[in-house]
């Protein structure tokens, strides 16, 4: 069964504090992986699609990074806007295209 | 930037009523899903649906549940009898069907069974 596990569950940073989200998955094999926020009440927004391990992505303060095993998505000098809910979302190759998601990681961010 | 709408933004029904939900996807997209998200939990795949037939449906996607294109834009997901298990964050998704089959998300219908 394909299984996506992000950590930590929350995360609190200073403003400016860099870290880092994990989402380790186990597929048979990787079509793609998908980075999405989520503010509460609202509908998950893309961020990123990854496709290959060792790919990189980014876009403004975020960066995504792939191994075989994992995602990072690595957040350099946050700001409090970046509070969100991170969700990470895996599709194997073959039979089904639905992504399977993760639980998510609860950032948030303090002026 | 086109993107996913959804109405209504929160619909309230009584238990044992009949709800229909409604998407409008991305326009040149072909593949269109519906997500569940009850509160606190993660994301949950309902069911696909291309080229005028559901393609996948999950566990959760039983007799209770349908979907429809009843128009080259609209697409809608229909609950009958509502029970209060039902009360979540409903959101419907499209995707071009290109390279993994990146998905858009609307903003979602919160439903609310009393």
């Known amino acids: 069964e394909d299984q996506v596990t992000q950590s930590p569950e929350a995360l609190r940073l200073q403003e400016g504090e860099s870290s880092s989200l994990n989402c380790s998955y186990t597929?048979?094999?990787?079509?793609?992986l998908f980075w999405y926020r989520q503010d509460p009440g609202k509908g998950p927004e893309f961020l990123f699609t990854l496709y290959s391990a060792g790919e990189e992505k980014e876009k403004e303060r975020l960066k995504a990074t792939l191994t075989k095993k994992e995602s990072f998505l690595h957040i350099t000098a946050p700001k409090p806007e970046d509070s969100a809910t991170y969700l990470c979302?895996?599709?194997?190759?073959?039979?089904?295209?639905?992504?399977?998601f993760g639980r998510g990681t609860s950032l948030i961010v303090h002026p | 930037e086109p993107e996913v709408t959804q109405t209504p933004s929160h619909q309230v029904t009584q238990m044992g009523q009949e709800v229909i939900l409604r998407c409008v996807p991305i326009?040149?997209?072909?593949?269109f899903y519906w997500y569940r998200q009850i509160l606190g939990q993660k994301v949950e795949f309902l069911v696909s649906?291309?080229?005028?037939?559901?393609?996948?449906k999950s566990e959760i996607f039983d007799d209770q549940f349908s979907v429809e294109r009843p128009d080259g834009s609209n697409f809608t997901l229909k609950i009958r009898s509502t029970k209060l298990e039902d009360s979540a964050m409903y959101f419907c998704a499209s995707s071009d069907g290109g390279r993994a089959d990146t998905q858009y998300f609307g903003p979602g219908t919160r439903l609310t069974v009393l």
């Open positions: 597929v048979s094999g990787l079509r793609g």
């Open positions: 326009s040149n997209h072909l593949y």
């Open positions: 649906f291309y080229n005028n037939e559901i393609s996948e």
């Open positions: 979302a895996v599709q194997p190759v073959g039979g089904s295209y639905i992504p399977t």
